[in-house]
Nanobody, 115 residues
Framework: QVQLVESGGGLVQPGGSLRLSCKLS????????MGWYRQAPGKQRELVAS???????NFADSVKGRFTISRDNAKDTVYLQMNTLKPEDSAVYYC?????????WGQGTQVTVSS
């Protein structure tokens, strides 16, 4: 019954912005940690950003200063604001949530940065 659904991906030009959303449903508990990972074709999945219920955040070095992660604890929704996008940011972005000693994953949303 626990579900993670991402939205907001799409095609954007270099230097542009996108905002991804992910909503957790089916749990009476708020996830202690939620985050975003991404995976490009032929590449390993990597952590982009994470955030706890206390709003402590972590970012990959490659996105620091460009991306912002936030969450609405009451709605169990996490957001990823992506600014100054680069072609190397192109990937499938996956939402994740950790709660009750388990990690859950969304199905992913495609982000393509191209002229």
């Amino acid at each position: 019954q626990v579900q993670l659904v991402e939205s907001g991906g799409g095609l954007v030009q270099p230097g542009g912005s996108l905002r991804l959303s992910c909503k957790l449903s089916g749990s009476i508990f708020s996830a202690p940690s939620m985050g975003w990972y991404r995976q490009a074709p032929g590449k390993q999945r990597e952590l982009v950003a994470s955030i706890t219920t206390s709003k402590t955040t972590n970012f990959a070095d490659s996105v620091k200063g460009r991306f912002t992660i936030s969450r609405d604890n009451a709605k169990d929704t996490v957001y990823l604001q992506m600014n100054t996008l680069k072609p190397e940011d192109s990937a499938v972005y996956y939402c994740s949530a950790y709660l009750q000693s388990r990690t859950y994953w969304g199905q992913g949303t495609q982000v393509t940065v191209s002229s």
